[in-house]
């Protein structure tokens, strides 16, 4: 595949422990994107780091970018029941987006 | 907040049927996408639209896909002649394009397409 492959494929955790996400990707991208996505629902943009930036935070959430390694995480601490979800991320080109194939977050309350 | 809409929920086919899947992206957004995901994969991209031509395209949108801006609010994906393996959630997605935020795509809540 282009892009994004994302481990673990599954992950389960109790609430209040963080949870981390990784992604690998194989083309040249302007940006890497990680969005969420609710059962059967659409997809929530988090966070976007660009290609020339190593880490980024927005409220619980950290995204690193190795362009190196052609690799990024996302951590989100403190995690909530409400943050179960599937992660995905996704790497940004100029008219597209290309997707991994996710990880399927259960936080246990 | 504005959002990306998105009708039908849910459309039903029979194989070999024409279907029009329908979006109003956000309205101040210049680049519009769809994208699908069959059950249990991955989304994958179709197609992009800006400046009412296609941008790009998947290898998936052959000649039986075309896009429209009709007018200023929709966009529509239409499918000529359905197959089953056509059959998932059609994603509709824009963005600004400009500025901070200009690649950030905003998604709607899909369509889902089962082709009978």
């Known amino acids: 595949s282009q892009q994004g492959e994302e481990d673990p494929q599954a992950l389960s955790i109790q609430e209040g422990e963080n949870a981390t996400m990784n992604c690998s990707y194989k083309t040249s991208i302007n940006n890497l994107q990680w969005y969420r996505q609710n059962s059967g629902r659409g997809l929530v943009h988090l966070i976007l780091?660009?290609?020339?930036?190593r880490e980024k935070h927005s409220g619980r959430l950290r995204v690193t970018l190795d362009t190196s390694k052609k690799s990024s995480s996302l951590l989100i601490t403190a995690s909530r029941a409400a943050d179960t979800a599937s992660y995905f991320c996704?790497?940004?080109?100029?008219?597209?987006?290309?997707f991994g194939s996710g990880t399927r977050l259960l936080v246990r309350p | 907040e504005p959002e990306v809409t998105q009708t039908p929920s849910h459309q039903v086919t029979q194989m070999g049927q024409e279907v029009i899947l329908r979006c109003v992206p956000i309205s101040n957004h210049l680049y519009f996408y769809w994208y699908r995901q069959i059950l249990g994969q991955k989304v994958e991209f179709l197609v992009s639209?800006?400046?009412?031509?296609?941008?790009?395209k998947s290898e998936i949108f052959d000649d039986q896909f075309s896009v429209e801006r009709p007018d200023g609010s929709n966009f529509t994906l239409k499918i000529r002649s359905t197959k089953l393996e056509d059959s998932a959630m059609y994603f509709c997605?824009?963005?600004?394009?400009?500025?901070?935020?200009?690649?950030?795509?905003?998604f709607g809540a899909g369509t889902r397409l089962s082709v009978l």
């Open positions: 996704a790497g940004g080109s100029s008219y597209k987006l290309i």
């Open positions: 639209f800006y400046n009412n031509e296609i941008s790009e």
């Open positions: 780091i660009r290609s020339n930036e």
């Open positions: 997605a824009s963005s600004v394009g400009q500025g901070v935020t200009k690649n950030i795509q905003y």
